[in-house]
């Protein structure tokens, strides 16, 4: 299984980006995929996931209301619209994928742990 994210770039505060990212491999299903990011000298945090049971979506308090997950199941793909981009936003955004199969009542969307599957990351850098 492959992931595969793109977007990232250099943004002024205030400004958008929309990142993108694609599983593939044989015969790959995703039950969720979700974002997360690293900035320099902190830990790996959650931002967003869907659920495509039900589409549902999760978001960090830190980017609740700016950010919006979006996706096609049928494609394996996920994205991330950031919208109202800050400097504290700055880092490198990962998708990651949990497989069908998953179960429900199991899976915890804001844990790294849960995800089995991880891309190489995006670099997000937004200037003040």
């Known amino acids: 299984v492959q992931l595969q994210a793109s977007g990232g770039g250099l943004v002024q505060a205030g400004g958008s980006l929309r990142l993108s990212c694609a599983a593939s491999?044989?015969?790959?299903?995703?039950?969720?995929m979700g974002w997360f990011r690293q900035a320099p000298g902190k830990e790996r945090e959650f931002v967003a996931a869907?659920?495509?049971?039900?589409?549902?979506?999760d978001y960090a308090d830190s980017v609740r209301g700016r950010f919006t997950v979006s996706g096609d199941n049928a494609k394996n793909t996920v994205y991330l619209e950031m919208n109202s981009l800050k400097p504290d936003d700055t880092a490198v955004y990962s998708c990651a994928a949990a497989p069908r199969g998953t179960s429900r009542s199991y899976f915890n969307p804001y844990s790294a742990g849960y995800y089995p599957y991880w891309g190489q990351g995006t670099q997000v850098t937004v200037s003040s």
């Open positions: 491999g044989r015969r790959f299903s995703s039950y969720a």
């Open positions: 869907i659920t495509w049971s039900d589409y549902s979506t």
